[in-house]
């Protein structure tokens, strides 16, 4: 059974940074690819980052490119998201899921969403 568990996210200001790691079990981590999504409400679910298996393809939205960081430990079966600069668009529940697809960051190719996890940022 696929197990995908987010954390890290919280309240911050307008400029300031938030690490959120996702801790995933059940699969063979190095085989799938990991994307970071986010929902705001009354809004649809949108890729924010993504990695390949072997961290050699990342993709990232348009409204964090230059912002965020996505990151991978396949060893600690582990992807990161460091969000910088963080704004107050950003604000929304940010979901880890994995995809076994062709490396995309679209949200109906992956699988096995987490619970989510809160990112608030206040101007």
């Known amino acids: 059974q696929v197990r995908v568990v987010e954390s890290g996210g919280g309240s911050v200001q307008a400029g300031g940074s938030l690490r959120l790691a996702c801790v995933v079990s059940?699969?063979?981590?190095?085989?799938?690819?990991m994307g970071w999504f986010h929902q705001a409400p009354g809004k649809e679910r949108e890729g924010v980052a993504c990695?390949?298996?072997?961290?050699?393809?990342?993709y990232y939205g348009s409204s964090v490119k230059g912002r965020f960081t996505i990151s991978r430990d396949n060893a600690k079966n582990t992807v990161y998201l460091q969000m910088n600069s963080l704004k107050p668009e950003d604000t929304a529940t940010y979901y880890c899921?994995?995809?076994?697809?062709?490396?995309?960051?679209?949200?109906?190719?992956?699988?096995?969403w987490g619970q989510g996890t809160l990112v608030t940022v206040s101007s």
């Open positions: 899921a994995a995809s076994s697809s062709a490396f995309s960051c679209l949200a109906p190719n992956y699988f096995d």
């Open positions: 059940g699969v063979t981590f190095g085989r799938v690819h």
């Open positions: 990695i390949s298996t072997d961290s050699s393809i990342t």
